[in-house]
């Protein structure tokens, strides 16, 4: 049974105990920005009441928009409340009242769009951008030429691909004797880091099977859903759905994005044989296979790992990860502490609340700079990027990289050495 | 917010701005103010306005520019609190601590350390293992609570033991008074006696004698190494014996939990290892010390009990040490499930009574038809007593009601305290009178009256006003 956001509410005993997770609260030391303060604001505020009819309290709105939605709350709240769905629920009634954010709003309207798609944007942006952007030296990513408004320049940017994912895959060779799996790339795969899904790809294909990336898969719809936007998360729905529907002979889905394993395991009308697949799961299902590919091939570089919260807090997901990576690097694999904490990102919140994002990625950085290691894994494009940020912040030499890319060179390379050649 | 209140918070709030505070410490939002009106016992009031101070000095001037206007003053830490110790009233201001959050100093050679109120405990706890140092006491709230909170009520968990509570390990304090000025009481030395000891007198004075603004922590040496054990008994008394055997035998374990048999039945098919049908009493032991202290005291305790217990498991690794602590860390979300309400109450005794009580609790719970159920610290005598109800029934929420009565005076005969852990707060002060003389208590209110003649200081707490009801 499925419960209103009302009752979810009522479920939260205010006992606290999402304190000692929540980023924001960690760094405010606010009772509003704390999911139990935001809950009360959530009970106490009536946005029906005529009192608010015309301009909704600022406390409210400050609180309700500084989430990462990064679901720490819920991890640790042993009532189970679904804090992140209230949260969500009252962005939705908030832009019912107010109206989108015009900005999310037309970008919305783009991941909709099928004519005039983000894939074209992100093309055209592709021939533009060094107008503007420069690569940075170390990492993948751009940083500003120019001073541009509310963008420093140790701010990163991913570096726009004239190649989309799919550009690549149109080229592809149907491979019949290989087992087909859907694979979801996700929009930042697909536009911004299409390496890192034929690195998926590949790694697939040494285990035997074919990915099959249907190009009509649309945007997730996480980024939607926490904006409060239930329309066009709807929507969004439904077209992957139907995509996922179209392909019934394949019931596996896998994807490399933390973020959309987590938005689409949620999805209502899900066929119920389908199964949703975060790539270390699916890995993981095929352990003997893959231990017997890498062989006695190890990495030779401290590597660490940085749990993404819409796999570790969103999935469940802790232990498949570090299993691949202890495969791959043996004991060059160790953890940082608190691999757990956010780093952060929190989909559009780092550009919406910079300051505060980079104080809750300082702490990351610190932590992973503490490791020793010379790359930090993540499964997620979302914390990659800005952990690439945090690293060009504080000077710090590591890079960070998707566990599969790191397994893919690995396979690729029988010395383990990576002399890779990023795709322009 | 009333009206005449207006001009005189606009004015005070100019005065703290001109004295220092930023606009984002001074929370004057009727929404905002809502979110520090309430802790973990679920009761909500709003104060006229929330503080964030970031020092002692802030504290200060607050308390000062408030005692001008005599208003009233409610300390809060996390508001994890369950007696309610951190509830405002309508009139009064809060000053949240949380901002002061800082670790001052960790003295090696001292093995202190000196923190600002606003730490939590757990991170105190991390920082100071990465010099090999302890720091013992571990409320179960102790990711999220802070050690001005614990300092406040007294905080203990199941470490008590074996390590003491809060109060063990508080070497001193500064505070600020009612009167806005601070005071500093004990110091770095072990041997102290000069003077009244105040700093004892501070802690669990539930926030009603002074705010206190720094504190001064003893730390130990890390153990080494732990050993924890899982002991199944066929009745409470088997249970009580097999502690009582332990000590004897020189086994000091640093943790013994218990859980009845109702607890035991609502846990049993979560657990990852299975019960004996027969168990009625389950004992989670920690051992704790030098790797050989460890090893030869969980020898004695294996000799002592592999007959005698109706299970023995032995952990090997943390992980299996995480697995015998589901049986305690499930116990509270499984008992919720028994029914839609429960009235917690957190008893002591001293340690040989247990047996009785759970027998007397027994019948209680027999007479008044409603589910009893117990666990806690078996170590130290703090139980905590769950009377599972549905407080939408009003004919049981008023045996609820009855059998608090009734469980305060089984404890109490039995030579027990009304609270272990959390306080009396505003929930149990219609109680206090039940478990001391009107001498002991007027000697009480005169130390109340010396610190905060105007009782402007957490007012409404620990001593019963007129007409102040029990809340569960
Ligand atoms: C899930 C859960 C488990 C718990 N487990 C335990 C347990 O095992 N053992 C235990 O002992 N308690 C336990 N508690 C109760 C609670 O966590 C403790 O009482 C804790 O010490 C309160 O700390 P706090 O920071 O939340 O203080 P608050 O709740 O904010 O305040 C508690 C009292 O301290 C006063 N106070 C706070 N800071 C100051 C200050 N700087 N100066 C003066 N007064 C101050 C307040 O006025 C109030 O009276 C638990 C609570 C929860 C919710
Ligand atoms: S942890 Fe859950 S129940 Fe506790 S205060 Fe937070 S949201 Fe409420
Ligand atoms: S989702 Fe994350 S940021 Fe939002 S309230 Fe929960 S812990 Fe805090």
């Known amino acids: 049974m499925t419960l209103t956001w009302q009752q979810e509410l009522k479920k939260c005993v205010k006992c606290g105990a999402c304190m000692a997770v929540c980023p924001i609260y960690r760094q405010t030391g606010r009772e509003e920005m704390v999911a139990r303060g935001k809950l009360n604001l959530i009970e106490r505020v009536d946005l029906e009441k005529p009192a608010h009819k015309k301009e909704i309290p600022a406390g409210w709105l400050e609180a309700i928009d500084s989430c990462l939605l990064c679901c720490s709350c819920e991890e640790n709240c042993s009532k189970g409340v679904k804090i992140t769905e209230i949260i969500a629920a009252a962005r939705n009634r908030q832009s019912a009242k107010q109206g989108l954010n015009p900005i999310k709003k037309s970008a919305f309207a783009l991941l909709l769009n099928r004519f005039f798609s983000m894939a074209r944007l992100l093309k055209a942006g592709s021939f533009m951008q060094w107008l503007l952007w420069r690569r940075l030296p170390r990492h993948s990513g751009l940083v500003r030429r120019l001073p541009l408004p509310g963008i420093d320049d140790k701010t990163v940017i991913p570096a726009l691909p004239r190649q989309q994912l799919d550009d690549y895959l149109r080229k592809r060779k149907a491979a019949p004797n290989l087992e087909p799996v859907l694979y979801f790339p996700g929009c930042a795969t697909r536009y911004l880091y299409p390496q890192m899904g034929l690195d998926l790809i590949y790694v697939l294909e040494q285990l035997g099977f074919y990915g099959v990336v249907p190009p009509e898969f649309n945007c997730c719809g996480l980024v939607t859903w926490g904006a409060g936007d239930s329309k066009s998360t709807m929507e969004l729905q439904q077209r992957n759905l139907a995509v996922i529907q179209k392909h019934a002979a394949i019931r596996q889905i896998v994807t490399g994005c933390a973020s959309c394993g987590h938005a689409l395991k949620e999805y209502d009308g899900l066929p119920a044989d389908c199964e949703i697949l975060d790539i270390s799961e699916f890995l993981f299902r095929h352990k003997e296979k893959l231990e017997k590919l890498v062989g006695s091939r190890k990495l030779n570089r401290k590597i660490t790992y940085h749990d993404p919260c819409h796999l570790r807090k969103g999935q469940k997901i802790t232990a498949q990860p570090r299993w691949l990576l202890q495969l791959i690097a043996g004991e060059n694999f160790v953890e940082m502490r608190h691999p757990e904490r956010c780093c952060g990102a929190g989909g559009t919140f780092g550009l919406s609340h910079k300051a505060l994002s980079r104080k809750i990625l300082a702490e990351k950085t610190r932590d992973t700079d503490a490791s020793g290691a010379e790359i930090v894994a993540s499964g997620c494009p979302g914390c990659l990027l800005q952990l690439t940020e945090g690293a060009l912040l504080a000077e710090s030499s590591w890079e960070a990289r998707h566990p599969v890319t790191v397994l893919a060179d690995l396979l690729k390379n029988d010395a383990g050495k990576e002399n890779r050649k990023e795709v322009e | ?472």
């Open chain 2, 1 to 472: 917010m009333t009206q005449p209140v207006k001009p005189l918070l606009n004015q005070l709030t100019a005065e703290l701005k001109a004295a220092g505070f930023a606009s984002g410490q001074i929370i004057m939002a009727d929404e905002s103010r809502a979110c520090y009106g309430y802790d973990a016992t679920r009761q909500s009031a709003d104060p006229m306005l929330v503080l964030l101070p970031e020092s002692g000095q802030q504290v200060e001037t607050a308390i000062k520019l408030a005692a001008k206007r005599k208003l009233k003053i409610f300390p809060r830490g996390a508001a994890s609190g369950m007696s309610g110790g951190s509830i405002p009233s309508s009139d009064g201001i809060i000053i949240s601590l949380t901002r002061m959050n800082r670790i001052l100093e960790i003295d090696q050679e001292n093995m202190i350390a000196t923190v600002e109120p606003g730490v939590v405990t757990g991170e105190l706890q991390e920082e100071v293992s990465r010099y090999g140092l302890f720091y013992p006491p571990d409320p179960a709230s102790l990711s999220f609570s802070t050690l001005g909170g614990n300092v406040a009520e007294n905080a203990g968990g199941p470490r008590a033991v074996k390590y003491g509570v809060t109060a063990d390990y508080v070497m001193g304090l500064e505070a600020v008074l009612i009167n806005g000025e601070t005071i500093k009481c004990g110091n770095k030395c072990v041997k102290s006696v000069s003077g009244y000891d105040l700093t004892s007198l501070l802690v669990g004075s539930e926030g009603t004698l002074a705010v206190i603004t720094k504190i001064l922590l003893k730390l130990v040496p890390a153990p080494e190494s732990v050993k924890t054990s899982l002991l199944a008994f066929p009745s409470m008394s088997a249970a009580a014996l097999a502690i009582t055997a332990m000590f004897k035998n020189q086994i000091s374990p640093s943790t013994i939990e218990f859980l009845d048999h109702h607890s035991i039945n609502a846990v049993r098919e979560t657990l990852p290892f299975s019960l004996p049908a027969a168990a009625d009493t389950v004992l989670l032991v920690e051992i704790d010390g030098s790797s050989t202290s460890v090893m030869a005291q969980s020898q004695k305790l294996k000799k002592l009990f592999e007959n005698k217990a109706l299970l023995l498991i032995e952990a090997r690794d943390e992980g299996e040490r995480a697995q015998l602590w589901t049986a305690r860390r499930r116990l509270s979300p499984a008992i919720a499930n028994l029914a839609p309400h429960k009235i917690n109450e957190d008893i002591a005794v001293p340690r040989a009574a247990i047996p009785a009580v759970i027998a007397r609790l027994e019948q209680l719970s027999a007479r008044i038809a409603l589910p009893i159920v117990c666990f806690g610290h078996a170590g130290d005598g703090n139980i905590h007593v769950n009377v599972m109800l549905d407080k939408n029934d009003p004919e049981q929420a008023q045996r609820g009601v009855k059998a608090v009565d009734e469980i305060f005076a089984i404890t109490l005969e039995l030579g027990g305290t009304l609270s272990g852990e959390h306080g009396i707060g505003n929930t149990k002060s219609a109680y206090l009178d039940k478990e001391w003389s009107a001498a002991t208590i007027a000697a009480m209110r005169a130390i109340k009256q010396a610190f905060d003649p105007e009782n402007r200081l957490n007012p409404g707490k620990i001593f019963p006003t007129p007409g102040s009801q029990p809340c569960h």
